[in-house]
């Protein structure tokens, strides 16, 4: 078993979050895993993204080589696009959130965004606010987004479920619950709209 | 299986909780800032008492480290590699005192420049100190050499460089760990002037350094962090350095490879181990994360011998990190392209955050500064440097932490008046005050504004040496009470702002405006942790 994934977004959308619930899950499953994570200047509402690499053989380096991306998970849809360049054109996949952050001067037309992702092959794009805000909280977009890509992470499912509730142990019962209903939520939607 | 999952700068701070240090001293600096702040977390440091505390910058951290090594126990000095350029006369000089207990300074270069003005390459410190280099290619290396470091420091009594990149530095993977040591007693040098480097010691103490070149050389090939790889295919034989073997490997199914590679991890790279690859394949690729070091060493001034490829000859980029791909097509491997970028994908530049005191500051300093032409403010690092930037676009320099005021100083004097030098509370006490200090020596007529965040916002929001201080210094130092003048920057006093900075522009001498307010990040956690240590109380 190899995924190599890139998560991708802007600075506090939450993306080591997805990071670190598929490494728990990841390791629970005795799987090894390398990831490279952003921090410093990117964090100020500039993009940032991260290398996450898991294998059950020992994984050598920390950067996955261009055109080998097996998934990108993405929490903003013009974020998803800049890594498309390291995409496997066979049997890679995009998987985003259809929420824009436009915090630029020039942001382009969602629509233009959209058409450039539905034309790869293998993709899933999800409102994830909407489909978190049904579920409690546009907090959880992230978590959400984390589901849509669950049907194609080859992970047991009850450990990514274990993995939040790890996670998020500190936080109480109604973010546990919350977590996992979004995780829900965005694993049903990709299995229907795929 | 793996024990614990940890960034590379937490598997060198658990590796030096683990060696039995009793201090690490540090100055923020990305990459290397979570080794200290991983220790400042740790329970287990606490229990075993080890220091943790920022130092003002990075000089002062170098010393307090030379300082417990004299008293005999272990520590660790942090930063990244442009730290290394402050405390380089204390680092320089601490390869003749010599070590007591384990010194072990790590440095982190920063290879395309993710977040620093450059991407020198702290080996060269190493050499240039005539020391040994331990550069660990992977997290369990990190914390295995981290240890072995202060090994080889107390066997040598000299201090001993770990150098690391961005790249490993926050890049997680399992670690397994080994007992802890204990602490060291204190206990002073044999020799109670073995620090005092008096030219008569210190030339004996040189010479001591030399003498132990031959034996450090060696240490490179029995340690066993240098290998010698065999191959069939001799046709092309590779010298890979830290994290560049990773990538060469990642190119090899089950990491197999044709070629004699050479890994090297610890300098001085051991000559037998080079011979040898030398004599054995007809041409020699050099792969090096940072600059072409070994490549020129093997390659001489005159590049008369067998070919020597690698970032000299272009086969390898001249600047930038390395990646698997550059690596594959340096060894004449196909690489995968992925999907063609799209034309909908746009710059997003990292910004001053959303409520931020520097907007209001800088703000206020643009429209005092209207009525005079440009180009007037020299600038310092920190989060206040992105007021480079559209829309605020207000200053002119960022060269090195305390450059601003010393630089308006030069400036001035050369006629640009007025000047105006624009740094933060951290950046001010790291390497501020002695500026300021010429600056009202010299009667220099400048006016600095103090951005006074009461942290260290660019990496994070550390404690500021600076908090509570920074008008009794600017006091101290000289500065005229009527010219120290403390603003608050926000939207609703804009033009009391902006007519306080327009008085001091006028005012022929040194003007320290402090624009004090706290950062919102650094705010929203500290209310953060207040109420988390509140409902931990009432519960
Ligand atoms: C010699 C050196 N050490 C450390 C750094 C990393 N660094 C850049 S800015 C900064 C701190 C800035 O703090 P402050 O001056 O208070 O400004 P703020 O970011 O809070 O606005 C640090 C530690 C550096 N660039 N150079
Ligand atoms: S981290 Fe703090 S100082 Fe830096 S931009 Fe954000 S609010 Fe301002």
């Not at chain 2, 601490?94 to 993710?114: E, F, K, Q, R, W």
Request: charged fraction near 25%.
């Amino acid at each position: 078993m190899k995924k190599d994934i890139i998560l991708a977004g802007v600075g506090g959308q939450g993306i080591l979050t997805i990071a670190t619930i598929i490494g728990t899950a990841a390791l629970s499953e005795g799987l090894f895993l390398k990831q490279a994570e952003v921090h410093g200047m990117s964090q100020r509402g500039g993009d940032v993204q991260s290398h996450m690499r898991i294998s059950s053989n020992e994984i050598a380096s920390d950067l996955i080589p261009e055109g080998k991306v097996d998934m990108i998970i993405s929490v903003e849809p013009m974020e998803s696009l800049r890594y498309v360049n390291m995409l496997n054109r066979k049997d890679g996949w995009l998987i985003t959130s259809m929420n824009p952050f436009d915090n630029i001067s020039d942001y382009p037309e969602l629509e233009d965004i959209l058409n450039d992702i539905w034309k790869l092959p293998h993709y899933v794009t999800i409102d994830a606010n909407k489909v978190a805000k049904d579920k409690g909280s546009v907090k959880a977009a992230n978590i959400v987004v984390l589901g849509a890509a669950s049907p194609y992470l080859n992970i047991n499912y009850e450990l990514l479920e274990n993995a939040i509730k790890k996670v998020f142990k500190n936080k109480g019962e109604d973010i546990i619950n919350l977590n996992l209903l979004a995780l829900k939520a965005g694993r049903d939607y990709a299995e229907k709209h795929t | 299986m793996q024990d614990l999952l940890l960034l590379g700068d937490e598997a060198i701070a658990q590796g030096a909780i683990d060696a039995g240090i009793s201090g690490v001293y540090a100055y923020p600096g990305t990459p290397s800032t979570e080794i200290t702040e991983y220790i400042q977390a740790s329970k287990e440091a606490e229990d075993r008492g080890i220091k943790s505390m920022w130092s003002a910058n990075e000089k002062t951290a170098m010393e307090t480290a030379i300082g417990m090594s004299y008293a005999g126990k272990k520590s660790l000095v942090c930063m990244k590699h442009v730290g290394l350029n402050v405390a380089a006369d204390a680092f320089v000089n601490s390869a003749i005192t010599g070590a007591n207990g384990g010194l072990v300074v790590l440095s982190a270069d920063d290879p395309s420049m993710h977040s620093s003005q450059n991407e020198q390459d702290s080996r060269f410190y190493g050499k240039f100190s005539m020391i040994p280099v331990m550069e660990p290619s992977n997290q369990q290396e990190a914390y295995d050499m981290t240890r072995y470091a202060f090994e080889l420091s107390e066997k040598f009594e000299i201090p001993v460089l770990l150098r690391i990149t961005t790249r490993l530095a926050h890049s997680r993977s399992g670690v397994k760990r080994v007992q802890p040591q204990e602490q060291n007693e204190m206990k002073l040098p044999s020799n109670l002037r073995q620090f005092v480097l008096l030219p008569s010691i210190a030339r004996k103490q040189y010479n001591a350094l030399l003498n132990k070149q031959q034996a450090m050389e060696e240490d490179g090939i029995t340690s066993g962090f240098n290998k010698y790889i065999e191959g069939d295919n001799k046709s092309l034989g590779i010298v890979a350095c830290g994290l560049a073997y990773n990538y060469l490997i990642e190119n090899y199914k089950d990491g197999k490879l044709p070629y004699p590679v050479l890994k090297i991890s610890q300098y001085p790279v051991p000559k037998t181990m080079l011979q040898k690859l030398y004599d054995e394949v007809e041409e020699i690729l050099i792969l090096e994360e940072g600059y072409p070091i070994i490549e020129e060493l093997l390659r001489g001034y005159l590049n008369l011998g067998k070919k020597v490829s690698g970032r000299m000859d272009g086969t390898v980029p001249r600047a930038g990190e390395l990646n698997p791909n550059i690596v594959a097509k340096a060894v004449g491997l196909e690489v995968l392209d992925g999907f063609e970028g799209s034309s909908n994908v746009k710059p997003r530049p990292p910004r001053l955050c959303d409520g931020c005191g520097h907007w209001d500051a800088f703000g206020a300093l643009n429209e005092a500064l209207k009525p005079y032409s440009g180009g007037r403010v020299l600038s310092d690092i920190g989060c206040y440097t992105l007021s480079a930037l559209p829309p605020l676009q207000s200053i002119n320099s960022c060269v090195d932490m305390g450059a601003s005021i010393t630089m308006a100083i030069g400036a001035s004097e050369a006629g640009l008046i007025p000047a105006v030098a624009a740094i933060g509370d951290s950046t001010f006490t790291h390497s501020g005050i002695t500026g300021l200090l010429d600056a009202v020596n010299r009667k220099a007529n400048i006016v600095v504004l103090i951005n006074d965040n009461s942290t260290t916002g660019m990496t994070g929001g550390q404690d500021s040496s600076a908090l509570g201080k920074v008008e009794d210094i600017c006091r101290g130092v000289g500065v005229e009470e009527d010219h120290i003048k403390l603003i608050k920057p926000l939207r609703r006093n804009f033009e009391e702002n902006v007519e306080i900075i327009s008085k001091e522009l006028e005012y022929e001498g040194v003007s320290v405006v402090i624009a004090r307010r706290e950062c919102v990040q650094t705010l929203a956690r500290r209310m953060k942790l207040k109420h988390a240590n509140k409902s931990a109380t009432t519960n």
